[in-house]
């Protein structure tokens, strides 16, 4: 797995849609990280593996094949590793995909102010 300086992943970041660039840091991905490393109790390295390896993903620069080699590569059980991968699917990536399914936002228009006479 190649490694990124913090000064790639930004670039890379701005020009990733604003969707993807939010998910990066939402609480939800936090919160879903997070919670994997307590419940598989996963060592310090593993769980900043598990958030690198997350925002290499979000951003096409590992694909799930690679994603899964790596955290098995770092010691973490086949069996916590692929628990891993449907917990980050399931909780980031579908709901990611369906709001840009979504397409841009939608403003709706006010009703215009009736005009006094």
């Not at 991968?85 to 403003?107: D, H, S, Y």
Request: glycine share 4%.
């Amino acid at each position: 797995m190649k490694h990124y300086s913090t000064k790639e992943l930004l670039q890379i970041s701005d020009t990733a849609p604003a969707s993807i660039r939010d998910a990066l840091s939402s609480e939800n991905t936090i919160t879903t990280i997070t919670n994997l490393g307590v419940n598989l109790k996963l060592h310090v390295d593993q769980l900043g593996l598990v958030a690198e390896l997350n925002v290499q993903m979000l951003l096409g620069l590992v694909n799930p094949q690679e994603f899964l080699q790596e955290l098995i590569a770092a010691g973490v059980p086949n069996a916590d590793a692929r628990e891993i991968m449907t917990e980050i699917n399931q909780k980031i990536f579908v709901p990611l995909r369906e709001e840009m399914r979504k397409g841009p936002a939608q403003q709706v228009a006010a009703p215009a102010s009736p005009v006094a006479s």
